[in-house]
DNA sequence: TGCGCTATGTTCGGTTTCGTACCAATATTC
DNA sequence: GAATATTGGTACGAAACCGAACATAGCGCA
C-alpha cells in the first residue's frame, strides 16, 4: 500500500504525481504549516482563501444541516488536496472542512491554484482527475450510509483513515468517530470493542491500533476498495 | 421554481445556461433520443461513449457494490447532464447510470464534450459548476442517508425528483423507491402512507403525485434545500 | 498522591427498521 | 371476462440502533 518508490521530498500524493514543470508551478507559493487539531481548513459559505496539500493528518469534509447537527461525508489526507469547490472553479461551498487529526502541509492561495489550472492542461487534469476520486468517495459513503451496519462502516472509516496517515494509529476519541461515522457514541465503543475482540484493532484511551488490515477490509466488505481502486488507476 | 424566464428551444438547464457560442459548439452534435425506463446510460467500468442532457425523465447513478446489492446515490434530470466522468476528465466509472424515469433528451459524443471542454474555457466553467452541484448533491444524500428517517428521505427524494422533471407526477413502483432512498418495500409503503395520510402526496397504483411542495419540504428538512441553492447559485 | 476532568464501558427501555410472509387490489394477457 | 402477474397493504417477531443515564478507568495537574 505504502507508496515510497518515488522518493521526492512530499508525502502528498497529488504534490508527487504532479508533472515537473506544474510543480515548478506551485512550489514557490507553498508555504508549509502545521495543521492543530480543529484547524478550519473551510467554512461554510464563506470565500475560501487557500487550499492546503496534506503531508500528514486528516481532514473532515463535514455537512452541516442545522448548527447542532452535522456528518461527516468525506476524508482528505496526503492523498489528496482541500478545497475542492476551487478546483471545480467556485470560491466557497455550504459545507465545513476542518483538521480531525493534526498534522502538517503546504497552503496555497487559491487564487495562485486558480491561474495555475487554467494555464496548464496536464495540471488541470490530475485535479480533475482527483475530484473525480472525490466523488466516487462520497458516493460508497452515501452508500455505505444506508446499507452498512456501524460496525462496518467503523471498519471501512479506519482503512480510509489508515490510507490517509498511513501509520497504523489512529487518535481520536469515539465521540469524534460516532460523528465520522454518523452513530452516537456508545455505538461507536460497541463496534470498537467488537472488532478489537476479533483482533482486528486494539483499542486504548483516545487510541485505536490497526492490527489486521485485510481482516478489516473483509468487514468493510466492498463498500471498501472499489474507490480506492480507482485512485490508484487515476494517480496512484 | 420553474425557469421559464428564457423561453430557447432546450428545458434542459444546462443547455439553456451555455453562452451562445458553447451552445454552437455543441448543437450540430446534440441527437434528438427517446429514453425509455431501464434504458442505460453509463454501465460500470466501461467506456463512456456519450453524455445526454435530458429534456424530461430521471436517471439514477447507482452504486453497485455485489450484482446483488445495489443502492442510488444521485439523480440527473434536466438540471444536468450523465456522464460526469468526462467531465472531470475520465472516460469511466465504476457506477451505473440509468433511466429511473423514462423521458427524453439529447446525446452527444463523449468525445466531441472533451474537446468542447478543452477548447471553451467558459463552456468548462459552466460544466465545472455543474459538477460541483453534483457534489453537493452526493454529499448531503450520505448525510441524510445516515441520520433521515426513511420517511424524510422519501420526502428528500420526491422533491429532488420534481426540480428535475417539473412534473407533480412521479410514475416508480414502491420496490424501486425502495432502491432509490435506500429501504425495503415494505417500508416504502408505510412512508410512502404517512406522507398521504398528512395530505402531502396523493398515491395510487406506479405512482405519487406532489400535493404540497412545502410541506414536503418541511417535512425533508435541511437535508432538502442546500444543495439545490447552491445549484441556482451556479447554474439557475 | 489525590483531585478532577475526560473518555470509555455498560445498561435500559423504547423506537425504528428489517426480513419475511401473506393477502388484497389492480393491471395485463389470453 | 377469467386467468395471471404485478403492485400495494399489513402484520409479526427479530435485530439494530437510539437517547439517556450512570459507573469506571485513564490521565494531567496541583
Redesign the pocket.
Request: aromatic share 0%.
Given at each position: 500500500m505504502a507508496r515510497q518508490d518515488s522518493p521526492g521530498k512530499y508525502r502528498n500524493q497529488l504534490l508527487r504525481a504532479l508533472a515537473v514543470e506544474d510543480l515548478a508551478r506551485l512550489e514557490p507559493h507553498l508555504k508549509s504549516v502545521a495543521l492543530a487539531l480543529r484547524t478550519p481548513l473551510e467554512q461554510p459559505n464563506r470565500s475560501v482563501a487557500d487550499l492546503y496539500f496534506l503531508e500528514e493528518g486528516i481532514a473532515s469534509v463535514v455537512v452541516v444541516t442545522t448548527p447542532a447537527s452535522k456528518g461527516e461525508v468525506g476524508l482528505v489526507g496526503r492523498e489528496g488536496v482541500s478545497g475542492l469547490c476551487v478546483l471545480l472553479g467556485d470560491n466557497r461551498t455550504p459545507h465545513s472542512v476542518y483538521m480531525q487529526l493534526s498534522g502538517k502541509g503546504f497552503r496555497i492561495e487559491a487564487d495562485v491554484m486558480r491561474m495555475a489550472l487554467e494555464q496548464s492542461t496536464s495540471l488541470r487534469t490530475l485535479f480533475l482527475r482527483y475530484a473525480h476520486s472525490f466523488v466516487l468517495q462520497l458516493s460508497h459513503t452515501a452508500a455505505a450510509n444506508?446499507n452498512?451496519?456501524?460496525?462496518r462502516?467503523l471498519a471501512r472509516w479506519l482503512l480510509m483513515a489508515h490510507d490517509r496517515i498511513g501509520n497504523n494509529e489512529i487518535t481520536?476519541?469515539?465521540?469524534f468517530?460516532g460523528l465520522m461515522i454518523?452513530?452516537?457514541?456508545?455505538?461507536?465503543?460497541?463496534?470498537?470493542?467488537a472488532l478489537?475482540k476479533r483482533g482486528l484493532i486494539r483499542?486504548?484511551?483516545?487510541?485505536i491500533l490497526l492490527l489486521d488490515r485485510r481482516g478489516l477490509e473483509t468487514q468493510a466488505g466492498r463498500f471498501y476498495g472499489i474507490a480506492e481502486a480507482e485512485y490508484r488507476r487515476l494517480i496512484g
Open positions: 444506508v452498512a451496519p456501524v460496525e462502516r481520536l476519541t469515539h465521540e468517530l454518523g452513530t452516537r457514541r456508545a455505538g461507536v465503543t460497541e463496534a470498537v470493542r478489537a483499542a486504548t484511551r483516545g487510541n
